[in-house]
């Protein structure tokens, strides 16, 4: 997946932020606005298929091995999405960690644990007595 990602994003100077290499991913919903209201629609229908599915497809491997991954998804699983529309936000979340290290031009670094948090999402974090916090 590594390759392919890197073949397709090539020189990551040509996308002036992480948003953009997210829309040419196909991993940020269309948006519509008008007078104050605003409402998201379908993907993007002309963007890069093959960044989009290797994105996709790390997603599924990342939430399976990755702690912090899979309790994003499982968060946003708990508020309502689908599958599928769940796993699209974590590819944009990997998305924009690429966006970032590639900016920086540095390799990526597991950080360990801090005693006083976990890496979880806010919301997942687990209470001594086995009980889940929850936010928003």
């Given at each position: ?11 990551i ?99 360990p ?18 009980t ?5």
């Open positions: 997946m590594a390759a392919v990602i890197a073949c397709e994003i090539n020189v100077e040509r996308f002036g932020s992480a948003e953009k290499l997210c829309a040419y991913a196909k991993v940020v919903p269309t948006t519509y606005a008008s007078g104050g209201k605003v409402a998201h629609g379908r993907l993007l229908p002309s963007c890069n298929k093959w960044l989009h599915w290797a994105l996709i497809e790390a997603s599924w491997v990342a939430i399976g091995y990755s702690a912090y991954f899979g309790a994003f998804y499982q968060q946003r699983r708990a508020r309502g999405k689908k599958p599928n529309t769940a796993v699209t936000i974590v590819a944009r979340r990997m998305c924009c960690m690429f966006y970032q290290l590639l900016q920086e031009k540095r390799d990526f670094e597991k950080q644990q801090r005693a006083h948090t976990q890496s979880y999402p806010r919301s997942l974090r687990v209470k001594t007595d086995g889940t916090t929850a936010c928003c």
